[in-house]
């Protein structure tokens, strides 16, 4: 079974100041891992996936199998940064992609 | 391309009422994907289809809950007869491979 657990339902943040949203997996294979964003009214983007190793919007994301997280981080968060974020999971070669619950990130500004 | 499309964008219906959401997905893609999000519980799968051919149903709650793709380029997802607890935002999405998804705006469902 693949399971994602993100363990902050909200988090605010003041703008400027550092951002991590948590999340922790649980798979028996190899796992790839995505993050995705809903800004206000909008609907789900892909934001980033492990694989790419790249840094979007100033977010980077590091898979730390040992750990079996994927913790998203910005050093300097931004006002246009609120929004709702899920982490997702799914095995090499499947489609299926599992959501955790989500995050509400909010900058204060 | 237009993207993933949805339709209708909201739903009001009445307790006992058949409802029915549409999706067109990105042409060339050969995934689609139901989910459902709720404040609870976040974002579900319902059911996915690979060549128009469902795979994995195992999220569709109860009978009450049917979806069809009877061609690469349409899927609906019927709920009769809907119940207050069915509210909810249903997403589509679609995807070529393992390469993400892309979903579309969603249909705010309200049963009342």
């Not at chain 1, 949203?21 to 009214?41: A, D, H, I, M, T």
């Not at chain 2, 893609?29 to 799968?45: A, C, I, K, P, V």
Request: aromatic letters at 10%; hydrophobic letters at 35%.
């Amino acid at each position: 079974a693949q399971r994602v657990t993100q363990p902050e339902k909200l988090l605010s943040v003041f703008k400027g100041a550092p951002v991590e949203l948590k999340c922790n997996y649980s798979y028996s294979g190899s796992p790839e891992l995505f993050w995705y964003v809903q800004y206000s009214r909008q609907r789900l983007q892909l934001l980033l996936r492990h694989i790419s190793r790249e840094s979007i919007k100033g977010f980077t994301a590091d898979l730390n199998k040992g750990e079996t997280s994927f913790h998203l981080k910005k050093p300097f968060a931004q006002e246009e940064d609120s929004a709702m974020y899920y982490c997702a999971l799914s095995g090499v070669g499947n489609e299926k992609l599992t959501f955790g619950t989500g995050t509400r990130l909010t900058i204060i500004p | 391309d237009a993207g993933v499309i949805q339709s209708p964008r909201h739903e009001v219906t009445e307790m006992g009422q058949e409802v029915t959401l549409r999706c067109k997905p990105i042409s060339g893609h050969n995934s689609l994907f139901w989910y459902r999000q709720t404040m609870m519980r976040g974002l579900e799968l319902l059911i996915y289809f690979n060549n128009n051919v469902p795979i994995d149903d195992s999220g569709m709650p109860e009978d009450r809950f049917s979806a069809k793709m009877p061609n690469a380029s349409f899927s609906t997802l019927k709920i009769q007869p809907s119940e207050p607890r069915d509210s909810a935002v249903y997403f589509c999405a679609s995807s070529l491979g393992t390469g993400g998804y892309t979903f579309g705006s969603g249909t705010r469902l309200t049963v009342v």
